[in-house]
T-cell receptor, first 112, second 113 residues
Framework: GDSVTQTEGLVTLTEGLPVMLNCTYQ??????LFWYVQHLNEAPKLLLK?????KRPEHQGFHATLHKSSSSFHLQKSSAQLSDSALYYC???????????FGAGTKLSVKP | EAAVTQSPRSKVAVTGGKVTLSCHQT?????MYWYRQDTGHGLRLIHY???????EKGDIPDGYKASRPSQENFSLILELASLSQTAVYFC????????????FGPGTRLTVL
């Protein structure tokens, strides 16, 4: 079945350094990939999602590229900010399965 | 903006008791979902529904029932609450197709003693 793997449970960075959070997936069908962000005591919210036409989605300085050859959708940002500290989830859905599955999440902690 | 509300926002229940968590959406979305959140496990799908009066099992349905009496409302029922069901529960809704984003409610913190 469909699955999403986020290998890092916790990533700690110094402000200003680049961010990369890993996401790999398994899907029988051509999937849609999402990144959700959850700040402390809040609900998860969509950060960005993959496009069907290979455009690279970007939002709030974050971007991700869907690489079908390596089944990956890593989240990147050139310079981390203190306000980026949050829990980040990678999620997957496809035309055969309309209930998105989430990875275990990666907690990003940005220090001054 | 899309709106999903949950009630109660927190609850303490006794082992063996019945618990009902409610979710209401005003988005006119067909799909609704229940997830539980646990540290180290992320968001795990319990039940979901794509039409009123019908529910589907997710990945971890054991010990939970779901009810979708209308397009707007989706409940999660724990008939016999257990300690292992202590978690934060999130409801979400989305439009019909899988490419659409999910809108989450604020969550319900359930503690079973």
């Amino acid at each position: 079945g469909d699955s999403v793997t986020q290998t890092e449970g916790l990533v700690t960075l110094t402000e200003g350094l680049p961010v990369m959070l890993n996401c790999t997936y398994q899907s029988t069908y051509s999937p849609f990939l999402f990144w959700y962000v959850q700040h402390l005591n809040e609900a998860p919210k969509l950060l960005l999602k993959s496009f069907t036409d290979n455009k690279r989605p970007e939002h709030q300085g974050f971007h991700a590229t869907l690489h079908k050859s390596s089944s990956s959708f890593h989240l990147q940002k050139s310079s981390a900010q203190l306000s980026d500290s949050a829990l980040y989830y990678c999620a997957l859905s496809d035309w055969n399965n309309n209930a998105p599955r989430f990875g275990a999440g990666t907690k990003l902690s940005v220090k001054p | 903006e899309a709106a999903v509300t949950q009630s109660p926002r927190s609850k303490v229940a006794v082992t063996g008791g019945k618990v009902t968590l409610s979710c209401h959406q005003t988005n006119n979305h067909d799909y609704m979902y229940w997830y539980r959140q646990d540290t180290g496990h992320g968001l795990r799908l319990i039940h979901y529904s794509y039409v009123a009066d019908s529910t589907e099992k997710g990945d971890i349905p054991d010990g939970y029932k779901a009810s979708r009496p209308s397009q707007e409302n989706f409940s999660l029922i724990l008939e016999l609450a257990s300690l292992s069901q202590t978690a934060v529960y999130f409801c979400a809704s989305s439009e019909t197709e899988s490419s659409y984003e999910q809108y989450f409610g604020p969550g319900t913190r359930l503690t079973v003693l």
